[in-house]
């Protein structure tokens, strides 16, 4: 199993790590809102790629209804799993993640329960199902594929500490609870494979519909594809974690390119053989016709005087 722990670029951990503290300080005063350095409690929290790292199965969550969401029972599915990791009281990076999260979805061709599934847990251990079924009520109501199925598929959960500090060292997800009970946290997302293990992770508050298909083509490894422009469109593009986005593979549409210049070239030749062929045909069928066909009407015999 592969895994690579890459953090991102310093400038963007630092970013984050100050909407933490942002978030944190909403109820501070606008002065206080204006210091340059960020809290001891807000360093250090980065969101790092644990790619092929696999999220451990006996993990138990519970569910915004109170019931108990084994982690074994997300994965049942045989779908890819769309993990956010959130806490339900954050007063305002938390709710972006998840209204751009959902404007994603909702854009997205693919529907929920369908070709993915959503987890969202809290890392906030003091957090109660109440919690979780306040968010789940006021985000799959916005869903604009609703159904009592998409309903099922979209999880809102809270855990025990050590469920999630299980579940955010699998998938690299880095916190610091601040003084006042907040945290600091990194903004992002992480898609798992049917399997459970990190196939994707999109960083920040972007998460563009296309991009987002990609990382359930690659999760499912092309399983969830519904057409032969899906399958092109997974061979095509290929994940870069340095710039942490999808990119066109060069090698790969290269590759297309050349098979298709050979299907074309096939196609062109058998065209032109085709055409010589029938137009070979057509000249053999005059030419038979023209020597069973009798004398002509009113044509004289040969030799005879008129």
Request: with cysteine; net charge negative; proline share 6%.
């Amino acid at each position: 199993m592969r895994t690579d722990r890459r953090s991102i670029p310093g400038f963007r951990r630092l970013a984050l790590a100050a909407c933490g503290a942002i978030a944190v300080g909403a109820s501070l005063s606008p002065a206080q809102l204006l210091k340059k350095e960020i809290p001891e409690q807000a360093r250090g929290v980065e969101l790092e790629e644990h790619f092929g790292q696999r999220v451990p199965m006996n993990l138990v969550f519970t569910e915004a209804d109170s019931r108990p969401l084994p982690m074994a029972e997300v994965l049942s599915g045989g779908l890819p799993v769309v993990l956010a990791l959130v806490y339900y009281d954050c007063p305002i990076v938390c709710p972006v993640v998840l209204q751009k999260l959902l404007g994603s979805f909702n854009e997205l061709d693919y529907t929920m329960g369908q070709e993915y599934n959503v987890l969202v847990v809290s890392f906030d251990a003091t957090e109660t199902p109440t919690h979780a079924l306040g968010a789940k009520t006021q985000y799959t109501a916005l869903y604009n594929r609703r159904t009592a199925e998409t309903d099922a598929a979209w999880s809102f959960c809270v855990a025990d500490q050590d469920t999630i500090d299980q579940l955010t060292g699998a998938v690299g997800f880095k916190t610091n609870k601040l003084p006042d009970g907040e945290f600091a946290h990194p903004v992002g997302i992480t898609v798992l494979s049917p399997e459970g293990e990190v196939a994707a992770y999109f960083h920040g508050f972007d998460y563009p519909p296309r991009d987002m298909k990609l990382a359930m083509l690659d999760a499912s490894n092309g399983g969830v594809a519904r057409s032969f422009g899906d399958r092109l469109l997974h061979f095509c593009y290929r994940y870069d974690p340095d710039a942490g986005s999808y990119s066109m593979h060069a090698m790969n549409v290269m590759r297309l390119a050349g098979v298709l210049t050979v299907i074309g070239l096939i196609a062109l030749i058998g065209g032109l053989l085709t055409v010589e062929r029938l137009r070979n045909r057509s000249k053999t069928k005059t030419l038979t016709d023209a020597q069973h066909s009798g004398p002509l009407p009113g044509a004289g015999v040969p030799g005879s005087v008129s």
